[in-house]
């Protein structure tokens, strides 16, 4: 028996519909099971009809009206951020802050971890998705790595971090200009939990690492495939948890402290191709996480896995894609099927790399 399956069930949903000359409509329905973790996502192609309705095309004009506003005033443009971001204690970062190029990361005012710094993605205030480049997201990892080794040695019970985005207010960030937020401390966050003792039993079960395991497996099917580069690989999620939701998966790494310069430029242009089209389908903004097994090498049976998907465009009053389907029952809903969505990238990353 296959130790991943990729399961589904179909639905029908039966109505008299209006927009059909009052006829019945059958519309049929797939929830997708998520192979690791069991999480539903439902599929309805009916609803590509919808799309437009639910994630609107960016307001460019307001947009720039918003960047405009907000850039006279944003505390780190202009190397304001000198002066008015937080600084560390000497003892964890001599001098308080990380600086690698145009990159800056220091402390949250306000953080939800015991180590959740911010990380200035550049000087530019405001990026279209086309113009986070694999060289500067390679400058923020490489910092958000230092941080997260230095917390470590100062501090061996902090074992557990992620990397993270929120880029513009619809996908929850609270300042225009581009960032990384880092979370870190004794004990994983909710997600990474699941996915660490989730991906334990299933080793328990079947003497494999659920990762490696997958990626061959996906890799075989091939349509969700996206392609890999040195350092690791990148696939769509059968049963996604954002929308347009790209997984990037490192095979032989366990923890952040593992990663060397390659797996850095692998997630930075995996990153920055995936941004490119999410560009190219006219979308906005994005969250993405990269997850760590624990640091002291305890997880032998995680592998660093990153999801980035999309979120609500900008446009004024913006309606919310993360309602009670998704925040309550925990289900989400498939827009762009991942099988389209792999095409689309695995086309776009190609190009790229020739
Ligand atoms: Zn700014």
């Not at 918003?66 to 008015?84: N, Q």
């Not at 990762?211 to 996206?226: F, Q, S, T, V």
């Not at 095979?251 to 089209?277: C, Q, T």
């Amino acid at each position: 028996m296959d130790k991943i399956s990729f399961h589904l069930e179909k639905q029908v949903a039966r109505f008299i519909n209006p927009l059909k000359n009052n006829k019945l409509d059958s519309q049929e329905i797939e929830v997708r099971y998520d192979p690791l973790l069991g999480h539903q996502s439902v599929l309805n192609r009916d609803l590509k009809d919808k799309a437009s309705i639910l994630f609107p095309d960016t307001d460019k004009d307001y947009l720039l009206e918003v960047v405009k506003e907000s850039e006279a005033h944003c505390f780190l443009c202009s190397g304001r951020w000198k002066d008015t971001t937080p600084r560390y204690p000497d003892e964890l970062i001599p001098g308080g802050r990380l600086i690698k190029g145009e990159v800056v990361l220091f402390p949250n005012l306000f953080p939800l971890f015991e180590y959740h710094p911010v990380v200035m993605l550049g000087e530019k205030h405001y990026r279209d998705l086309n113009d986070f480049s694999a060289s500067l997201l390679a400058d923020a990892l490489t910092v958000c790595l230092e941080f997260i080794e230095r917390c470590f040695r100062n501090d061996p019970s902090a074992k557990y971090f992620t990397i993270n985005a929120n880029y513009l207010f619809p996908a929850g960030s609270s300042v225009v200009h581009p960032h990384l937020q880092i979370i870190g401390g004794p004990v994983p966050v909710t997600h990474q939990k699941d996915l660490i003792e989730r991906s334990s039993s299933y080793h328990e079960s079947n003497g494999s690492v659920y990762w490696n395991d997958l990626i061959e497996k996906e890799k075989k099917i091939g349509r969700r495939w996206i392609g890999e580069l040195k350092g690791g690989c990148l696939i769509t999620s059968f049963s996604p948890i954002g929308q347009n939701e790209v997984q990037i998966i490192w095979p032989s790494k366990r923890h952040f402290l593992e990663w060397d310069d390659g797996d850095v430029k692998f997630a930075a242009v995996g990153i920055s191709n995936v941004l490119n089209v999410y560009h190219s389908m006219n979308f906005s903004t994005f969250n993405f996480s990269i997850f760590s097994g624990s640091l002291d090498g305890s997880d032998d049976s995680f592998r660093c896995m990153m999801r980035i998907i999309t979120r609500q465009n900008v446009v004024p009053n913006h309606r919310t894609d993360d309602y009670y389907f998704q925040k309550l029952l925990r289900d989400e809903i498939i827009l762009v099927p991942p099988e389209k969505l792999a095409e689309k990238i695995r086309v776009a990353l190609a190009k790229s790399l020739k």
